[in-house]
């Protein structure tokens, strides 16, 4: 049985709730036990594999052996102290170095993230510029670019001022899955909604989408407090 914390309210439905601090039932005030029981019992699967992924979060930790991901690779950390100058993290290899002055390990970990952001500017910028290219054809304006670190959203379109936001946290996956966030918002500035013309196009210029959404979601989900 799920161990579980009961709240009674006004409403009228049953909803189950899983986050990090555990099970969350609110349920309609005169609800009788055995009905939120076997509801809760019929839902212990889905319950136990939420449980899991929160379990299995994922938190950038910055200290000399640690793993370090960053598109779709794991790569070790190794830290070397400087006696000035800037943080520079380098990849090489499946070793991340990272060369700072800073010895406490939250504000390095602050600078390393600095980098992320650095980073993804660089390479979300590059994949933008290929993926409009690509769609040269559908005669899309060219976005402004804005990276912020999302809860609940690979990307933003706002097709009226011509922007794309995407979600900082892209840069933990691998190149491709990037790419489909890319021309999934791309693809608003023709169709707005998620349509079936949308979802149309959508298969015309990248087959595989469906594909890609499963791997981002099945396996973002570790990643929500990665870079917070
Ligand atoms: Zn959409």
């Not at 402004?144 to 670190?149: P, T």
């Not at 995407?166 to 890319?182: E, G, K």
């Amino acid at each position: 049985m799920v161990d579980y914390q009961l709240e009674r309210k006004a409403v009228r439905q049953l909803t189950i709730r899983v986050d990090e601090h555990g099970v969350h039932v609110k349920a309609p005030l005169f609800m009788s036990m055995k009905r939120i029981e076997d509801f809760i019992n019929q839902k212990e699967a889905w319950i136990v594999k939420k449980q899991a992924l929160f379990g299995a979060m994922k938190r950038l930790v910055i200290s000399d052996g640690a793993p370090l991901e960053y598109m779709g690779q794991i790569y070790t950390i190794q830290i070397h102290y400087l006696e000035r100058g800037r943080t520079k993290v380098v990849l090489d290899g499946d070793v991340a170095h990272i060369w700072s002055v800073e010895r406490e390990r939250d504000k390095l970990r602050l600078q390393v993230i600095a980098w992320y952001r650095k980073e993804a500017r660089r390479v979300f910028t590059e994949r933008l510029q290929i993926c409009h290219q690509k769609l040269a054809a559908l005669n899309i304006p060219n976005p402004e670019l804005h990276i912020r670190l999302m809860k609940t959203r690979f990307g933003v379109c706002n097709p009226g001022r011509a922007k794309v936001t995407l979600n900082l946290a892209l840069i933990l996956h691998r190149q491709i899955l990037l790419d489909y966030v890319i021309v999934h918002e791309l693809l608003h500035f023709i169709y707005a909604d998620h349509s079936k013309n949308y979802y149309d196009l959508f298969s015309q210029w990248m087959p595989n989408w469906k594909m890609y959404r499963k791997e981002l979601q099945d396996s973002h989900y570790q990643y929500k407090s990665y870079l917070e």
